[in-house]
């Protein structure tokens, strides 16, 4: 008899739509939910343990996860009303509106109601707050999520030890293979408008031991920033600076030199990247950078502002682990998309042979890796390549795919010899 139960219970299980096959997850906030919008004082926040400070009706709170198949979805909000007894709180997805009562002051689940998820992929839920009798809407550690959109499973970030880097958004990369010897590399770099939001950086030229590139500091500023890490033998010092130019240490994520030029470069316009690896003849490698405005085919007022020179100690080398980045370093903003598109490289020989770079390798860091986000991708549209991250889009390539672009429409016409170099 035991077994016929047994097989009973199985069977009811498998069954669609039973209540035995449904299981409810669990949705954090503190690494998933961006206010999107803000109210005028923007006290509202997402921390690590949820959403707080949540005390005006004109601020939305957004939280993003990734469902593998269309269905039903049944949602409830997991939190405590800390300084009220009632709320009001209405949740969003798609235009599809439900209300949530809260109640009491003990951490519980309130139930939100069920929506359609109608094709698998990222779904936004807005939370708005509606009515309150205290302080404000209550603290709101996660989302209680269930029914067939969820069977398959969800992507979301889960590891609350990474949660920063969650919000930040997953990085991705271009790998180039660049010849032996190679002293210089050439690129060009165009943002699209609109895809350049804050905490925004586009690096158009990386090495094994540094980076340059455009980013988006805030509102009023944007910088063109050129890095050496510090080497295992020493630190790296300046040995010369642009015009303009502000050169210091910088920590955080690493250590090394760092130098950028305050420049309000534009989205729509292609912006044009030297960096330099040239052995110093005593163990060690100067690695140097140029940035270039805008032109037409190399015709016109075709300005090479020189960045700086570092000087890397105990590693004689020419460019090694050539490649180029996107990514999002402001964790508040890390729903927006970014976009970059990556076009005529060149490398160029101590010999001073031109290479045209052709493909690249897409890679991505470890938020995508452990599948924490999945809004990162890469590919080619002629004649550039492209990389786009954050906005929690659906579709994305495979890492470790190699693309291929059409050859540029022409090879760069720059003087390397004559570019700007101040004696010190």
Known sequence: MRHLAFWFLLSLALLPGSSFAQTKTVVPLGGNAFIT????????????????????????????????????????????????????????IDGQRRLASLSGTDTASFHAGTFTIDHPGYVKLDLRGVSTDGDYYGDISGLEVGGSATAAGLVFADDPANFY??????????????????????????VPSKYDPIGSYFMANGFAQGYFGIQVNSATERRVLFSVWD??????????????????????????GQSFLRYDWKPGHTYRFITRARPDGQGNTVYSAWFGTPCLLGYGDC?????????????????????????????????????ALYGNQWAVGSDGAWTEVKSARLTVDATAQNRQRLDVTGGAIAPTFYLRNAGFFDKSA????????????????VDLQALPEPAR
């Open 398 to 413: 495979t890492p470790g795919t190699t693309f291929t672009r059409t050859a540029s429409w022409f090879k760069p016409r």
């Open 231 to 256: 080497s295992p033998n020493g630190k790296t010092t300046l040995l010369k600076k642009g015009k303009d130019v502000i050169a210091q240490d910088f920590g955080g994520e690493g250590t090394g």
């Open 165 to 190: 880097w969650s919000r930040r958004g997953p990085s991705g990369h271009l790998g180039f293979a660049v010849p032996e010897n190679t002293e210089y590399f050439y690129s060009e770099l165009t």
């Open 37 to 92: 919008r803000p109210a005028a004082k923007g006290e509202e926040l997402v921390d690590n343990t949820g959403l707080h400070n949540w005390n005006s009706a004109k601020a939305v709170a957004s939280v993003y996860f990734y469902v593998k198949q269309a269905g039903k979805l049944e949602v409830s909000l997991v939190g405590a009303l800390n300084g009220a007894h009632h709320s009001t709180v209405e949740v969003s």
């Open 303 to 339: 300005q090479w502002k020189f960045i700086a020179s570092w000087k890397y100690e105990g590693l004689s080398t020419y460019h090694k682990g050539v490649y180029s980045f996107i990514e999002s370093f402001n964790p508040d903003l890390g729903y927006l998309d970014r976009m």
